[in-house]
């Protein structure tokens, strides 16, 4: 299924002020504007599949992405959801290896891609877009050994309310009746960044329903 290309400005748009792009000057703005290619990806769709080359880095501007590992076994692991104005794909491209994991789109998202000859010359003309691309990596690595910690240490109970918790940061909405989570996953989703089989989520789910943690 192909991507339906569509036209984003850079200078308007809200999810670079909360990504790597916020403090890149107007000269860059306007480099990255005229250079990025930005498309419509559908549900279930791939930006990139781990094993395959980079070409360059992905931006998400609207929607929901997962970043997912899979085991020898075919067993897929969530290791990452990715949030408005966040980049995708920057590690391998900076270390010039294959794509370690897979991301996939979990609802319809608007995504845009900076090859790679644009983001080496924006790093080598603007070092504080260097200083924020490797400020964002030393995050999401002290995040991955948090979560690999979380694995080894926590139970499955204090895990689930460790990834709701993680959830309301990322994607909770005030409402009437409490926080809401405005993002879909499936048992197994949910599972995967748990370390837990489905039918121990379900069991979860209820558990967490009958003290009233949630609804």
Known sequence: MAQTKIHMNCHSCEGRK?????????????????????????V????????????????LHA???KITK???SGKETIVRLVKQGEILGHRSLFSDSPYSATATVLEDS???????ATIFKLVKNDPTLAFDIMSSISRQMGAAEERIA?????SQKERF???????????????????RLNIK?????????????????IRLITEFKKESLIS
């Open 110 to 116: 608007v995504v845009c891609f900076v090859s790679k």
């Open 161 to 179: 309310a460790e990834m709701l918790l993680l959830l309301k940061e990322a994607y909770g909405e005030k409402t009437a009746e409490g926080i």
């Open 63 to 65: 929607g929901k992405i």
């Open 18 to 42: 909360h990504g790597v792009f916020c403090n890149l000057s107007p000269d860059g703005i306007n480099e990255l504007n005229s250079d990025k290619i930005a498309n419509i990806y559908k």
């Open 44 to 59: 279930d769709q791939n930006l990139f599949v781990e094993g395959n080359p980079p070409f360059g880095l992905y931006c």
């Open 150 to 154: 979380s694995l080894s240490n926590k």
């Open 185 to 201: 996953l499936t048992r197994e989703e949910m599972g995967s960044m748990i370390g837990a089989a489905s039918e121990n989520v």
């Open 70 to 72: 899979t085991s020898r």
